[in-house]
């Protein structure tokens, strides 16, 4: 317990420093200088946007910040981490913070706000999005809009997203955007900076991210958001979802600045099969696993920022370090990786990226936790398979166990009735209730032996 005061006493000492410094202009980078030499010897990378601002190499995704429960039971983001971690993040040069209304049942601009509204407005990015998911009239999304800019005590967003389009299809986003006039509105806060950059993230199949590109000469779109990483550069789940190579390509042409998200695909590749971790590790014995799905972002020119959704201080930590000692893959490296994205393309893992936009199940059911405790242990290579297996009574012991400690036994699987609402949030456009039957019936045999 002392260690955590010292350090938080550290860290808060440190953050009451930077604004001081900051206010000169000389940490965060925008626009200002580089930043200063961390202690630990480093320098964040930075990336030049077209209009000369610098931002980090490294985002913070605002997505999975740590949750505790109130002295009413209620799940809260655990405000004090979060300020520990952006104080960490900030003192170590990371500038562009990425939120939704959407994020953390609503809560997750609310916290960034309370976090960053300790430093000066000009030394960071705030990245927010329209997230009119649900309810699509002009007078819902216009509140979305001013409770964004109330909930981050801001008066200008420096990069603003049309959140998801391409789920849906050219109908979603004509409903969501045009039809109620909001890409004129947006279009006119832009013109009048309260919105410094205006684009889109993207799911969904290639047509309509054509046709989304297709807009740029009347939108003129200032830079797009895509998932990318080594396993989804040539292996993403088509048609459903467009392979990463085809969409930076396509970017690169037009030269649109690309914010990066999903770099380890909810965290899948920081914890691969054993076996690749092992060649991985063979060739890197001192670097992490998602290392080199962050060096593999960061080797493309045309990437702005690499957004990474760090719940704790220890992943934080390590992608500080990253890209503050940033060495680019060769093309060697990335022929290796392809090698690798090939052999974990072969996994049955469900392609679930923990986002939580399935969320709230109406039936309960915890839907990422349940995927997660599954594909770790296809990652891990502790997956019950067959009653001939060497070790199989041991595996499906482990499994079972380990599943009614994450699960509770009224959110698992075998109570999906199928519903469907679910998947039609998925940005992965997971068949969820069909996943979920099938982990649900490999349950049962697993319970009743007969695997």
Known sequence: MGNEINRRDFLKAAGAGIVGAAGLGSLAGCGNGPAKENAEGGRMEYRIAPDGGKVSLLGYGCMRWPMIKDSEGKDVIDQEAVNEMVDY?????????????????????????????????????????MSNFNVWTREASLKIYHDSMEQ???????????????????????????????????LKEREAGRIRHLGFSFHGKQDAFDHFLS??????????????????????????????????????????????MEPLLGGRLASVPERLAEMMKEREPEKSIASWAFRFCGSYPRILTVLSGMASMDPLIENVETYSHFQPLTDEEKDFLKVIAGLMADYPTVGCTDCKYCMPCPYGIDIPGIFKHYNTHVNEGTIAQSSEQLGFARLKRKYLTTYDKAIETVRQADHCIGCGQCETHCPQSIQIPHELHRIAAYIEKLKRGTL
């Open 89 to 129: 993040a900030y003192s170590h040069g990371v500038n562009y913070y990425d939120t939704s209304p959407a994020y953390l049942q609503g809560q997750s601009e609310a916290a960034a706000g309370t976090a960053l509204s300790r430093y000066p407005r000009n030394t960071y990015y705030i990245a927010t999005k």
């Open 152 to 186: 981050l005590r801001t008066d200008y967003f420096d990069y603003y997203l049309l959140h998801a389009i391409g789920s849906g299809g050219v109908k979603a986003f004509e409903d969501r955007y045009v039809n109620n006039g909001m890409m004129d509105f947006m």
């Open 215 to 260: 807009l740029h000469d009347k939108y003129h779109w200032d830079f797009v958001q895509i998932e990318m990483n080594y396993l989804d550069w040539e292996h993403a789940k088509v048609p459903r979802n467009v392979n990463a190579d085809y969409l930076y390509e396509e970017l690169d042409k037009r030269e649109l600045p690309i914010v990066v």
